[in-house]
């Protein structure tokens, strides 16, 4: 997907034509927000209920899921621009690369949060703390390691205008 408006200073390249990875997505991710524009920044634990729909074959993979209170989720941010590598996020003309910042923009367009566990029913796990859009592709779903360690402090939030 080749973005549609650059800022000022900002740099977008040329992507490959073909990749190097296959991935399987696993599911889908249904969440209360059907654009860019109202996805919030980042997820909150008292946010509201979301749900990760697991596809067949994958959904016997949640065997055992139901002993974590939270997971990390790993989706695909499928309407995120790839080809811009140095943003200006808050729109003033400073510039950082993609790989410095935690915006839906970059090559790779994976997203991560960690997530409280509501309740797993059948092929569907009920979580709070997610930051997608509706239909989102679901990648992957982990134990969060973080439970034994604090997570590492926010440092900069940008506001990231949808594209």
């Not at 390249?13 to 969440?31: M, Q, W, Y």
């Not at 209170?69 to 811009?84: A, F, K, T």
């Not at 997530?115 to 092929?123: A, I, L, T």
Request: some cysteine.
């Amino acid at each position: 997907m080749h973005s549609t408006r650059l800022r000022t200073n900002e740099v977008a390249v040329t992507l490959p034509e073909e990749g190097d990875a296959s991935l399987f997505f696993v599911g889908k991710i249904r969440t209360p927000w059907k654009s860019r524009a109202d996805t919030p920044r980042q997820g909150s634990e008292s946010g509201p209920l979301c749900t990760l729909e697991i596809s067949e074959p994958w959904a016997v993979a949640l065997k055992g899921v139901e002993a974590y209170s939270q997971l990390e989720v790993l989706y695909w941010l499928h309407e995120s621009p790839r080809d811009i590598v140095l943003l200006s996020p808050a729109d003033d003309g400073e510039i950082h690369g993609a790989f410095s910042l935690r915006a839906p923009v970059r090559p790779n367009p994976i997203g991560t949060s960690i997530v409280k566990v509501e309740r797993v029913s059948g092929n569907s796990i009920v979580v709070r703390g997610l930051d997608c859009l509706d239909g989102t592709p679901l990648l992957d779903i982990k134990p969060d390691r973080s439970l034994s360690k604090p997570l590492a402090p926010v440092r900069k939030r940008f506001s990231i205008p949808a594209v």
